[in-house]
């Protein structure tokens, strides 16, 4: 695949995300109990701010072929092995 050649890499996924089908839904509720006594904030930092990080960007083919490098071996078919690679072995290395 060619690499995008717009200055802003997000142009046009906003429009083909369909927002409207989105909703807020609770998950949970919960009490938090703060101790009451007299506190301090620490002041918010003003150095090292404002400043816009650049994108580690990579091409599809490299991220494809990392992905295989890596993940070839697997049979893909042993849906318990891909589990267990999935939620312990992958996160884990």
């Known amino acids: 695949m060619p690499a995008p ?25 919960q009490r938090v109990q703060l101790t009451d006594q007299d506190a301090e904030i620490d002041p918010v930092p003003t150095d090292g701010g404002g400043h816009r990080f650049e994108p580690e960007l990579d091409r599809l083919s490299n991220i494809i072929q990392n992905f295989n490098d890596l993940f070839s071996n ?3 078919e042993d849906t318990d092995r891909i589990r267990r690679l999935i939620s312990t072995e992958i996160p884990d290395g």
Do not use: C, P
């Open 74 to 76: 697997i049979t893909w």
């Open 5 to 29: 050649r717009e200055e802003d890499l997000s142009r046009g996924i906003l429009k083909a995300i369909d927002m409207d089908s989105y909703r807020v839904e609770r998950q949970a509720v």
